[in-house]
Nanobody, 127 residues
Framework: QVQLVESGGGLVQAGGSLRLSCAASGDTFSNYDMGWFRQAPGKERDAVAAIRWSGVSTVYADSVKGRFTISRDNAKNMVYLQMNSLKPEDTAVYYC????????????????????WGQGTQVTVSS
């Protein structure tokens, strides 16, 4: 099992940047592919980005391509989401999630494919 704790959320003006962090503990971090998700009030939880256990492969939602970057540091058991050019529609609770490595990253995996979740961190973008 792996435990996940997100941090780095907050209030930012449109056009600004935030960097979310997710600290993992428990099992060997490099056994897991990682993902970032977000959920706005009254909406479903949507995939934002995912990264292979090695960090070599990444995939993004169309809505964040070119603005967000997912990365990881296996030595520090950390995964990050750098968010630039933020828009009010990016406002949501952001979650990191882990799944055992080996699955496809041809497209963004849905939430059902992730077994472990953090508690979430709020991101609010004001216009």
């Amino acid at each position: 099992q792996v435990q996940l704790v997100e941090s780095g959320g907050g209030l930012v003006q449109a056009g600004g940047s935030l960097r979310l962090s997710c600290a993992a503990s428990g099992d060997t971090f490099s056994n897991y592919d990682m993902g970032w998700f977000r959920q706005a009030p009254g909406k479903e939880r949507d995939a934002v980005a995912a990264i292979r256990w090695s960090g070599v492969s990444t995939v993004y939602a169309d809505s964040v391509k070119g603005r967000f970057t997912i990365s990881r540091d296996n030595a520090k058991n950390m995964v990050y989401l750098q968010m630039n050019s933020l828009k009010p529609e990016d406002t949501a609770v952001y979650y990191c999630a882990a799944r055992l490595k080996g699955g496809s990253l041809y497209r963004l995996p849905a939430p059902v494919f992730y077994a472990y979740w953090g508690q979430g961190t709020q991101v609010t973008v004001s216009s």
